[in-house]
């Protein structure tokens, strides 16, 4: 349930409460805003601008920085073995050209993820299309048999961070080694790769977009594997060929819209049947009930007496 | 979707609203910081640093009258009381024995502890939910009995006592004790129901430092409203990041070392962050322990990786710095948090003259000596030698947020309650060892996962280069899944004598894990020790200053 509906509806239980309270008044924080307002924006569930969740985060990184790419996501049947299945993908692909490498689901629209939630997320070369993704994977029913441990899948096209982070390095190869001890890199990135130069060390990484935070952090753990600054190390694309996206003009994903049903369903007594209190101990539901309950009698009682007090002085 | 979670939201919110309560109001994501005014914020660095005190049982007792059977006999409170947190206010806490962090336990292997847990919170609202403080007590890292696991549906009310058995039976680690009432667990530790249970065998005593060397630092982070009471958005189910990070309770505190080397138990008990501690000279930390105990080979790291309710031991060798130096425990952060302008900060050593007794230690140790296995006639097996070829089965837990609810491999802890809390996802046999595989699937959120009862050796990540990572090395009971993260781990279901049973796994972001991110497995028989009904809650009828708290002698100020 979202903020705007449940901030709704405990105003609507409020006002039914309080409703026959003279000057009563509610305090929520002004993040709620009104009702109306908060209705504006029904049923998102989003991070905009950082890392944590399923909002884009804000990239300043971009241009060549970042690419469009097609990524096919699976779902196997249950119990199929993933090894397997991307095994016959991977020969599909051969026979087509089409290498495919890993790639995070973080890169599909948080509303696709969170609906297919796959378990293999492959991504084409730079170039290939849709079209080329459906060939390998088509929804007729031949293509289908030839990967019978596919449950459900999605051919969708992405925008991906694809970077190229390059230090100066004493010994590339301990710094390597001291990176992955630290395991900054993994935190950030997942997977990533690098390359030792003499005198110097590239770490690339393909995937899900980066916030500029992270592409600092990156840098941090970077430079802390040398003991220089971040700044020394330098962030460019990974390739220098085709054409980039700039962010400021790409649109927003689909949000997630989270189901809303009219009746909220069980946190009484009837889903708790092992756990129900001892005679006599309300239940955490019942406790609210009758709170909210007592607090409406007791406002009436009040008002009554009121009204009662008022008659009498006028009397 | 609606949750039941929800409705317990929305009458919060509704009552709040009579009450003229503010619940927060820092937009959708509840990640604002603190409110204070200048003067009363926190300045990093000016606090002292306190550990918080030792409670020393009010009995001992001898199992059978055997003198080689010893128990100890603790007893708690839960209450309210005020802590001096910040600089010109008090802070309403809902701590053990009315203080956060809650009394230490000290454990001794080989002597069990019986723990009598009153909650003694009115039957009225609570600190951060206009309602009553229902509670259930887990000691984080102990094979307990099911009915003494802290089960969540297994509540104490108001006025009533439980007391809770620990064995105190297995090799030496760093354990806690904290609250674990569904719903309500991350309001309740949160506001206070946290504290250290360090359990110590003659092998961790031999090895590694005691005494003024043993610090235990318990990490957490909060937000403050202008009158010094905890902010906390009760209506988002995502997480709560503070502003300010407190050790022992101390906003960023400074403390006084010797020029030794010094071993902390570093424990997380934010409800949500995670932490990536560094020095600030760069110099390396050398890894001891892990969840579940002491580790095999010593590992030097510059930085770690943390997350809620993860245990991590450490050595730091202040020897190297001059008296009057100061050297800062950071926070480098780790994805998908949120950062403030100080959570970058931890703590500050100041290195001060020596003086005293010596060190239990003189050198960093490359290798410790765990001792032998408990209960290895019964089967048991040693965490960290445990193979592939052992596991008897397979399994995968996949944690994801599916139309804006926290799930495990689809199912919800109110799923599994529908069932008469029935609903498994395992039911290893006893001693047997299985490979479990944990994958988050959730997109940008972290999970720290508990699985209860079991130590267990990570095999493998999928990232990394498929190995765990150094400072996991050792047996461990949180799992941290990072964003896309997958680990792969073995573990052995060692049950007490007669101890089968339900047992619970979930998400250690203690926000998700009310929101019904938990599911359960059982060792056994599953109607074996119901936890529920097994030693349920009594109505304490003794008076309430029955058992007047002891504490041991304090170290001096700042140290």
Known sequence: MTRAVRVGVALLLTSVVAGCSAGATTTIGPGASSPASAASTPGVAAEPGTDRGDGRPQVTYDGLMVRRRVVIAILPTPGADVVSLRQELDKAAAALQTPLSDISPSVL????????????????????????????????????????????????????????????ASNPSEMVAAIAREGILADALGDYSTSAGSGRLDITYTGPLLSDDLVEQVRRGIARGEGVEPSSVTVSPRSTAGVGVDMAKEPLPAPVVEEEVAAPHGHGAAALPATAPVVGEPSQSSLWGVALVAVAVWLIVMLVMLMRWNAKAGD | MTTRRDVLQMGALGAAGLAGIQVGDEGPSGEAPSQLAPQNTPVPYRGVFRRPPELVPYATTYDGGDPNRPVDHFALTEQLGRAQILPGLSTPVAGYNGIFPGPTIRAKRGTRIELRMRNGFADAPGLLLPQRTDTSTHLHGSPSLPQYDGYANDITYPGYVKTYKYPNAEKASTLWYHDHRHLVTAQNVYSGLAGFYPFSDQYEREQLPQGEYDVPLMLSDAQFNPDGSLRYDIEQDKGLWGDIILVNGVPWPTMKVKPRIYRFRVLIASISRSYRPTLSTGDPIYIVGTDGGMMRVVQAVRSWRQGTAERVEVLIDFRKYKVGQTVDLRNLGNKNNIEFANTDKIMRFQVVADSGPASTITAIPTTLDDGPQPNAEHGAKVTMKLTPEDAVAKRQLRFERKNGEWKVNGVTWEDVEATGLKLLFANPVPFSVEQWTMVNESGGWFHPVHIHLINARIIARNTNGGKPFAWELGPKDVFYLGENESVTALMQFNTQPKGEGKYMIHCHNLVHEDHDMMVQFSAGNPNDNDPVETDKPVLDTTPVDSYPPVYRPEFPSGT
């Open chain 1, 109 to 168: 629209d948080p509303a696709e993820q969170q609906r297919l939630a796959p378990d293999l997320t492959v991504v084409l070369p730079a170039g290939a299309t849709v079209a080329d993704a459906g060939k390998l994977i088509d929804p007729s029913k031949a293509a289908r048999a030839a990967f019978p441990d596919v449950q459900d899948y999605l051919v969708a096209p992405v925008l991906v961070h694809d970077l190229r982070f390059t230090v100066s």
